[in-house]
């Protein structure tokens, strides 16, 4: 129900843009879900990267704030992650998760790897 998009290898400093599509996803559910991006670095646990609420509040993680940017598009049903600035130790899987009510949904994880 969940695909996360847009990873890839990139040098860095350079930019991404991850994309989580919900589009079999009842619309109130979408707009009412808190979403979250993780990631989960090789060999180490998953840690939260950003999150937005249904109310579009948004809270980062200190490793990220001021590079990614987490937004939400209840018309495409999609919460996308702009990710700027690259470092090496962004390079993980990222995935995404909504939480509506007791209700938890996983995307598939996406590679992102940032070369030095």
């Known amino acids: 129900q969940l695909q996360a998009s847009g990873g890839g290898l990139v040098q860095a400093g350079g930019s991404l843009r991850l994309s989580c599509a919900a589009s079999g996803m009842i619309l109130s559910v979408f707009r009412g879900s808190d979403v979250a991006w993780y990631r989960q670095p090789p060999g180490k646990q998953r840690e939260t990267v950003a999150q937005?609420?249904?109310?579009?509040?948004?809270n980062y993680a200190n490793s990220v704030k001021g590079r990614f940017t987490i937004s939400r598009d209840n018309i495409k049903r999609a919460v996308n992650l702009q990710m700027n600035d690259l470092k090496p130790e962004d390079t993980a899987v990222y995935f995404c998760?909504?939480?509506?009510?007791?209700?938890?949904?996983w995307g598939k994880g996406t590679q992102v790897t940032v070369s030095s």
């Open positions: 937005i609420s249904s109310g579009r509040s948004a």
């Open positions: 998760n909504f939480i509506y009510g007791v209700r938890n949904y």
